[in-house]
């Protein structure tokens, strides 16, 4: 598939830059008209990804996460958010809503959040390498009014 | 982000703004903590009213506070929730995860 435009950007994983990601991500996707509601799904699910490389895969230390935004024809974006932390070692257990490594205050719903925001997630992650979280949405082609 | 805290008789509200992520969560939960140790209220009132955006911090926000209240049976209502905020706070199934009502988020406990 044809790529018609891209975006990339790298940034530490202070938590200071969550607001940041999800903001330069609709930013970007805005060039699309899409619907507040769509709008509000993208940041959310970006905020979940972000925040998750931030909590949990550089846990005591600050790394890099790499973020990228692609354009396809019919309106398809997809957004790739990558970690060098330090990886999840049962992805499929890692993405039931409420499982969380972290008891008290995190909910373990940010994947189910990432899964029923977008149409589609994929999540690959090795032990000690990383992971890379994709996510894909499909915006609503919306009728041209001339009126 | 912003949390202000009013105290009416036994009744603590926690107007909260702006956007609750990750790293904005931890001021309001300091700032309604102290509150309710302080105050022992028999009704916490968070108002969503003025939060633009809240991802899955704000759920572990909400459900965090509703466990302090358990300990001494105190209710909570979460008001004010934008369709973005109530499109998350239904996917967390706040109704079915702990005795909650979903209408418009009225937090009852038990006791
Ligand atoms: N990028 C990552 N690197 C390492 N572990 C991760 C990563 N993302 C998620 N995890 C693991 O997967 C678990 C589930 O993640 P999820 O986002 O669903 O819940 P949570 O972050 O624990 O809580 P919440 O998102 O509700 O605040 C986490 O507790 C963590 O153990
Ligand atoms: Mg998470």
Redesign the pocket.
């Known amino acids: 598939m044809k790529t018609i435009n891209k975006f990339t950007m790298t940034m530490e994983s202070c938590s200071a830059n969550e607001y940041f990601a999800r903001a330069a991500v609709a930013a970007f996707v805005t060039q699309l008209d899409p619907t507040l509601e769509e709008l509000n799904d993208i940041k959310t699910a970006v905020s979940?990804?972000v925040?998750?490389?931030i909590?949990?895969?550089y846990k005591n230390s600050i790394g890099k996460i790499y973020i990228t935004v692609e354009i396809f024809p019919d309106n398809l974006i997809k957004i790739k958010i990558r970690?060098k932390?330090?990886?999840?070692p049962d992805v499929e257990k890692?993405?039931e809503?409420l499982?969380?490594?972290?008891g008290g205050?995190?909910?373990?719903?940010?994947?189910?959040?990432?899964q029923s925001f977008t149409d589609h997630i994929s999540v690959r992650?090795v032990i000690g390498k990383?992971?890379t979280?994709t996510l894909n949405k499909k915006l609503e082609l919306r009728v041209k009014c001339n009126a | 982000m912003s949390v202000k805290i009013s105290v009416k008789g036994e009744v603590v509200t926690a107007y909260l703004g702006g956007e609750l992520d990750?790293h904005s969560a931890r001021e309001m939960r300091e700032a309604i903590d102290t509150a309710v140790e302080l105050n022992i209220p028999t009704l916490l009132i968070m108002d969503f009213s003025q939060v633009s955006f809240m991802?899955?911090?704000g759920?572990?926000l909400v459900m965090g506070r509703f466990r302090n209240l358990q300990r001494t049976g105190a209710a909570l209502h979460v008001t004010g929730t934008s369709p973005q905020i109530t499109k998350v706070m239904k996917l967390a199934g706040i109704g079915r995860l702990a005795k909650m009502d979903l209408g418009g988020f009225e937090i009852e406990n038990d006791k």
Do not use: K
Not at chain 1, 105 to 114: D, H, N, Q, S, T
């Open positions: 979940e990804a925040t998750n490389c909590v949990h895969a970690d932390g330090c990886g999840i890692a993405m809503p499982y969380t490594t972290v205050e995190r909910a373990g719903l940010g994947f189910a959040v990432m992650s990383g992971t979280v | 990750h991802d899955s911090s759920i572990g």
